[in-house]
């Protein structure tokens, strides 16, 4: 019964579609679609098809809507893990995906060899800025390949890779003897946002196939536990193993088929909810459509959500609909027949008459976009604005 891809974890062939997620690249006129499987035996969930290294490294580049508000959060977090295992001073460390240098900055009190990956731009800035001493780079080909490193630390940074492998392999090699690596990544059975399970995320792990993960590319698991931050995560801290054992084939124990049906399980609860979540929206945007006639209908941001609505309920938009994002890679992609346009064209469709907004999930987490809208909202249309979620349409109106 053979009929998947290769999973990456087990090698087996038993992967079968699970879900797919619209997703948007530079250069492409409209959004491409990430399928993901299922692995039968171990239960990881990867890619099918995926978009070409240089096509996601662009995605990372210029993305601007990569700010996280736990990041300090987060960085005691793993900060404290690390120094139960590890002493840190004076060690060479490196941070792959160091985003705006939140951790490596609260690591400079421990020590003072500070590196750092990061492809996206105004982040590697913000983290030169932040942590003058580190040396921030944009890919791991900028490192100089005999550098070695005491300690690797990558955070939610492993399930964004389309070769997760490859990596593995490099971190080993960059290792210094003795050396460590840590890694966190989100727990696919455990809790997390229906957005985790969506690009730009591509592969999900759990604990126990990510620990045959990183068994089969040479590395020894010392300590692991999870923490909560909204999503579960898993935390890890690895040694490198002797070579005579890596790169050999571990098979998958008895026990992780029933751990791959309560992945399966898990996930496929999430997406139920989703189900429902886009159903109940598209009661709301036809109300919208039918009792407006003729007015222009704005639907603003275009996140991962609405991007699902309207690809499922509409294969052409009508003429008044207008989709508005911030998001530079998203712009100019035509979905479901319309063309998604900056927020800089908002006030020309205002003028021309009544409209209804539509806003999502993303305005609890974005004060700025949260602003902007109520500005236009108290001046422009405040009784047309309509949203999906409660807690924003709560916050706009206090
Ligand atoms: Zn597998």
Redesign the pocket.
């Known amino acids: 019964m053979k009929y998947g891809n290769v999973?990456p974890?087990?090698r087996?062939r038993y992967g079968r579609r699970i879900f797919s997620s619209p997703y948007p690249l530079p250069a492409a006129k409209t959004l491409n679609r990430l399928d993901y499987e299922i692995?039968f035996?171990?239960g990881?969930i990867y890619p099918s098809n995926k978009p070409s290294v240089q096509q996601l490294h662009l995605y990372y580049k210029y993305h601007p809507d990569l700010n996280e508000p736990n990041h300090v959060k987060r960085g005691d977090r793993v900060l404290s893990f690390l120094k139960r295992n590890i002493e840190m001073r004076n060690k060479k460390i490196l941070d792959i995906g160091c985003g705006d240098g939140y951790l490596l900055g609260q690591m400079r009190r421990e020590s003072g060899y500070l590196y750092g990956i990061e492809p996206n731009d105004k982040r590697r800035k913000s983290c030169s800025e932040l942590v003058k001493d580190a040396v921030v780079s944009e890919s791991l080909s900028e490192i100089d390949p005999d550098m070695k490193f005491d300690l690797i630390v990558m955070t939610d940074v492993m399930e964004h890779l389309l070769e997760p492998q490859a990596i593995l392999s490099r971190t080993k090699k960059m290792l210094a003897p003795n050396g460590f690596f840590y890694v966190d990544i989100p727990d696919v059975s455990g809790k997390g946002f229906i957005s985790d399970l969506f690009f730009p995320h591509i592969h999900h792990f759990s604990k126990d196939?990510f620990q045959l993960f990183l068994r089969r590319n040479g590395f020894n698991i010392n300590d692991s536990d999870n923490y909560d931050m909204g999503t579960t995560f898993l935390r890890m801290f690895f040694c490198a193993a002797e070579d005579k054992n890596s790169g050999k084939l571990v098979v998958?124990a008895a026990s992780a088929r029933s751990a791959a049906c309560r992945i399966e399980m898990n996930v496929m609860k999430k997406l139920e909810g989703l189900d429902r979540f886009l159903n109940a929206a598209l009661l709301k945007l036809e109300q919208s459509l039918f009792q407006r006639k003729g007015a222009a209908l704005v639907i603003y941001p275009c996140g991962l959500q609405i991007q699902m609505l309207l690809q499922k309920f509409f294969s052409k938009l009508p003429e008044n609909v207008f989709l508005i994002d911030r998001n530079s890679v998203l712009q100019d992609k035509s979905i479901s027949g319309v063309s998604v346009k900056p927020p800089e064209v908002l006030p020309s469709i205002v003028d021309d008459g009544a409209f209804i907004l539509f806003a999502s999930g993303d305005m609890n987490t974005n004060k700025a976009l949260m602003e902007y809208v109520k500005s236009i909202c108290r001046e422009k249309f405040e009784s047309d604005c309509l949203f999906f979620n409660g807690k924003a349409t709560a916050a706009l109106r206090q």
């Open positions: 999973c974890v087990c087996s692995c035996l171990c990881v196939n998958p």
